[in-house]
Antibody, heavy 118, light 107 residues
């Protein structure tokens, strides 16, 4: 059974960088699209972007100037960096898998809450 | 971006009821629509993909229909475990976008 687990600091100061890692177990990290999605408290879901098995990326234009994603196949991990954070970036961050470009999310992590506050 | 609009935002129903949630896209997305279920404090659980295909392990009381811009999720004979929030999501065009959610609550 494929499992995804997010990890990283739960508290980040304004203007600093939010960094999260998703560890994939129970299946290969190659040949898939690895995504980040976030959900502000009490609100809906926002797709942040993906990194695929070749290392290619695609980001939501609303966050593109601040986001970087990367893949480490040797550790079965992929990561998210979001720079210059503000309180509006406070959210539960999920990692999720897609089989291909025209495919929805089939496995999700449990999510990790990141609070932006001084 | 493609806007996804769900209705209703909140739905009150009883165990055993049949309910339908609607999702409309701001432009045609063919059949590239998925539904997922979310419970408090948990990650979303995929239910349906390609508008009407059931994910493995999802009970057959869940069904999806539609194409183009209008889609529905129907739950027959509601069970206690079904009370949750439901989201539609389009994956036809980037950025992937979600509906605002429909909260299904016990009447």
């Amino acid at each position: 059974q494929v499992q995804l687990q997010e990890s990283g600091p739960g508290l980040v100061k304004p203007s600093e960088t939010l960094s999260l890692t998703c560890t994939v177990s129970g299946g290969p990290i190659s040949s898939y699209y690895w995504n980040w999605i976030r959900q502000p408290p009490g609100k809906g879901l926002e797709w942040i972007g993906y990194v695929d098995y070749t290392g290619s990326t695609n980001y939501n234009p609303s966050l593109k100037s601040r986001v970087t994603m990367s893949l480490d196949t040797s550790k079965s991990q992929f990561s998210l960096n979001l720079i210059s954070v503000t309180a509006a970036d406070t959210a539960v961050y999920y990692c999720a898998r897609r089989v291909s470009s025209h495919w929805p999310f089939d496995y999700w992590g449990q999510g990790t809450l990141v609070t932006v506050s001084s | 971006d493609i806007q996804m609009t769900q209705s209703p935002s909140t739905l009150s129903a009883s165990v055993g009821d049949r309910v339908t949630i609607t999702c409309r896209a701001s432009q045609s997305i063919s059949i590239w629509l998925a539904w997922c279920q979310q419970k408090p404090g948990k990650g979303p659980k995929p239910l349906i993909y390609k508008a009407s295909s059931l994910e493995s392990g999802v009970p057959s009381r869940f069904s999806g229909r539609g194409s183009g811009t209008e889609f529905t999720l129907t739950i027959n004979s509601l069970q206690p475990d079904d009370f949750a929030t439901y989201y539609c999501q389009q994956y036809d065009t980037y950025p992937i976008t979600f509906g605002q959610g429909t909260r299904l609550e016990i009447k």
